[in-house]
């Protein structure tokens, strides 16, 4: 059990376009899900946090307005990056847990690449 | 506040040697702290966790940690290494049960030799 899913696994856009990211877990109801953002050969550094029906708060530095999370249901998510620029260009990757002091388990990342 | 340093950013061992890989915490409660595994990309697969039970933690594809609090250290190891062990390896603590937030290492890239 616990298996976390995101989609697309990878995708290409044009600066100024935004991209929609979905997470969703897939066996068990989600009450919170972390979105992550991990540069090459660095650590992840956590973005946001959401609750299912709740706004998402979010880490200091990460612009709310660009990157919109929504957390609509038990089981997904999602990330939208707007009016994304290069330096968007990320592997984002999201986790999942029953409560927000459960053990969290990670989707298998969406790599982003912003031309 | 917490925080995670991981010794070596890049460790090498030959197959069926042991492995050890080195993570030390700071945390201002007492923790609970996790091994994660990434293989290229792809996400973080739990390997281990502790919180706050047994100091010898036994964990998936034959790795374990020990929890030392006089040292602040939750050390990986594992026996005898194999080629698929070859992977990132990020050591993670939450401030205990209250917590929810993950802090992360900056991980340790494991290469087997053949």
């Known amino acids: 059990g616990a298996v976390v899913s995101q989609h697309p696994s990878w995708v290409i856009c044009k600066s100024g376009t935004s991209v929609k990211i979905e997470c969703r877990s897939l066996?068990?109801?989600?009450?919170?899900m972390f979105w992550y953002r991990q540069f090459p050969k660095q650590s992840l550094m956590l973005m946001a946090t959401s609750n299912e029906g709740s706004k998402a708060t979010y880490e200091q530095g990460v612009e709310k307005d660009k990157f919109l999370i929504n957390h609509a249901s038990l089981t997904l998510s999602t990330l939208t990056v707007t009016s994304a620029h290069p330096e968007d260009s990320s592997f984002y990757i999201c986790?999942?847990?029953?409560?927000?002091?459960?053990?969290?388990?990670f989707g298998p990342g969406t790599r982003l690449l912003v031309l | 506040a917490q925080s995670v340093t991981q010794l070596g950013s890049h460790v090498s061992v030959s197959e069926g040697a042991l492995v050890l890989l080195r993570c030390n915490y700071s945390?201002?409660?007492?923790?609970?702290l996790f091994w994660y595994v990434q293989y290229p990309n792809q996400g973080l697969q739990l390997l281990l966790k502790y919180t706050s039970a047994a100091t010898l933690v036994k964990g998936i594809n034959g790795f374990e940690a020990e929890f030392k609090k006089s040292e602040t250290s939750f050390h990986l190891t594992k026996p005898s290494a194999h080629m698929s062990d070859a992977a990132e390896y990020f050591c993670a603590v939450k401030g205990g049960a209250g917590s929810y937030q993950l802090t992360f290492g900056k991980g340790t890239k494991l290469s087997v030799i053949p």
């Open positions: 066996d068990f109801q989600a009450t919170t």
């Open positions: 945390s201002s409660v007492p923790p609970y």
């Open positions: 986790s999942a847990s029953r409560g927000v002091q459960e053990t969290q388990y």
